[in-house]
């Protein structure tokens, strides 16, 4: 027999994400029928439904998925986007638990980075990792992201700064889809930190990353975009427009990591360069916003590393949300300013330290995340899109962003197919 659809889901609350006057794109009475690994149809639970049931290979009622309310009462769970974490750096060796105590003693980010911990620290100890270690940590970590629901994960290089381990580090993420049911999407940072082989000479170390590494990178399909570390730490603008002008030649997407500890306007150059996003931004001058906004340029929110190093400076919301720049948020899973492998508390700590709504918080997560890849195709319910679904046990989507720990996702669905959940 010939079947229209692959599954039909029924008995859901959807919180579309779609772009609605209505709170988390409600759709109240609504089942989802799947076809090929995307949604193919939105179907309202009236009279008809019975006979769409039919036309479906697989039918799956979602209060079976979930216990029973106290007294027996029958509670229709919510059906979510798959969550994207845009912004990670987990393949990595070792870790920095040592200078979180040194931070605790005093010691600021900056003041680590110069006694050559930090990034440079991580270096030494991913350079000195085989691939297999490598993979091994990086499944750990990318396993705790999908046990929240995250179906899609961006993944950045920069802890190797030579040719041999940024290609050892790309190749490891990429692979993480065989090992786990993820999407990965890979990001050039070779403009991270400055290597001590190229100390005292930074221009030098950007030739080595425009003129040998990203065309070698761009060359073997490694990565789907590039990123820079634009700061008084990491790169001048100039030095920046140079590694985004090698990049634009190569075809790949550009991102940024930006105004993070000073306002050094590399925001401003990103969306001169049409950048993807601007990553950090709590130094964000308000009057460089409309330069997002004109570029299309997305907003990342990183309020884990914002935590963990104690930080003061918030990025400019309100003028974000005047603007209408889109708002994507993400763990910024690193070993040294934000070892966050949770995406919930991620959005927790956006609405308590950001002040962000939780339907921001959630959007930030699906939708605006989605379009902080350059991906059309996922971060919200609607026919045409990937089917990367979660289903929760919660009576409001407010509560993942409300409750700390409080919930993981009773089912999840990637690309059509469920990967979790009984």
């Known amino acids: ?89 987990l393949v990595y060796g070792g870790n920095r638990a040592e200078e979180f105590e040194m931070r605790l003693q005093g010691a600021s980010y900056v003041d680590i980075a110069q006694r050559g911990g930090g990034i440079k620290g991580t270096v030494e100890k991913t350079r000195c990792a085989d691939e297999r270690t490598l993979l091994n940590t990086a499944i750990k970590r990318a396993k705790r992201l999908c046990e929240e629901g995250v179906t899609t994960i961006e993944v950045k290089s920069g802890y ?61 399909n490694l990565a789907d975009a590039v990123d820079v570390f634009c700061e008084t730490i990491g790169f001048s603008t100039s030095q920046t427009e140079r590694v985004f002008s090698c990049a634009q030649e190569h075809g790949l997407p550009l991102k940024a990591h930006v105004e993070q500890l000073s306002d050094s306007k590399g925001a401003v150059l990103a969306a001169k360069y049409g950048a993807l996003s601007v990553d950090h931004i709590e130094y964000l001058a308000d009057s460089d916003i409309p330069h997002l906004a004109q570029s299309g340029t997305v907003a990342v929110l990183l309020p884990g590393a914002f935590y963990y190093l104690s930080e003061v400076q918030k990025p400019p919301i309100d003028a974000l949300r005047a603007h209408n720049v889109p708002m994507a948020l993400a763990t910024d899973f690193n070993p040294g300013s934000s070892p966050l492998a949770s995406i919930l508390t991620a959005m927790n700590m956006g609405c308590v330290l950001f002040q962000l709504t939780p339907e921001e918080a959630l959007r930030g997560a699906t939708a605006h995340a989605a379009s902080a890849l350059g991906l059309h195709d996922r971060g919200v319910i609607e026919a045409g899109k990937l089917a990367d679904l979660t289903l929760w046990d919660i009576e409001t989507p407010a509560e993942l962003a409300y409750c700390i720990n409080g919930h993981r996702p009773a089912a999840v669905f990637k690309e059509g197919k469920q990967v979790q959940g009984r």
């Open 1 to 89: 027999m010939s079947y229209q659809y692959d599954t039909v889901i029924y008995n859901v609350r959807i919180a579309s994400m779609q772009d609605s006057e209505v709170p988390y794109g409600e759709l109240l009475s609504h089942a989802i029928a799947l076809k090929d690994g995307k949604i193919a149809a939105l179907i309202p639970s009236d009279d008809s439904l019975g006979e769409i049931v039919k036309q479906a290979k697989s039918v799956i009622d979602a209060t079976t998925l979930i216990p029973q309310n106290e007294g027996g009462t029958l509670k229709h769970p919510w059906l979510l986007p798959g969550f994207i974490d845009c912004h990670t750096h």
């Open 160 to 220: 190797g700064l030579d040719l041999d381990t940024e290609v050892r580090m790309l190749r490891v993420a990429k692979s993480l889809e065989q090992h786990l049911p993820v999407s990965i999407k890979t990001t050039y940072l070779g403009a991270h930190a400055l290597p001590n082989e190229f100390a005292e000479d930074a221009d030098g170390y950007i030739d080595f990353v425009c003129e040998k590494a990203l065309p070698y990178i761009a060359s073997q």
